[in-house]
């Protein structure tokens, strides 16, 4: 008798869905080809419709960012003042 394993040995972890990978991949087109007109017709919007219809396309053209926490506190009264200095260009120039 096999020996059972865990997961989807079809598809490997991590791989992109084929039918997403290729609406996005149609939509991308679909507005590369047409961004003139598609110009126009946000340029004729009121303000809040072009925001809105921004909004809502968003999702389909950039990929969406995961919050993050960082939950290790740091002790700043014990650092010394070369270190605060380190921390502090560092937090400035991200």
């Known amino acids: ?3 059972f394993e865990k997961g989807n040995p079809g598809k490997p972890k991590g791989a992109k869905n084929k039918s997403t990978q290729l609406m996005r991949d149609r939509i991308q087109s679909l507005f590369d080809d047409n961004f003139d007109k598609i110009q126009e017709d946000l340029e004729a919007l009121e303000a809040k419709d072009r925001l ?24 700043l009264d014990s650092m010394e003042e070369a270190e605060l200095d380190i921390l502090i260009n560092h937090i400035i120039n991200e």
Do not use: G, H, V
């Open 1 to 3: 008798m096999a020996k």
């Open 52 to 75: 809105k219809f921004l909004t809502d396309l968003m999702p389909y053209l950039m990929p969406k960012l995961q919050s993050t926490t960082y939950s290790q506190k740091i002790d």
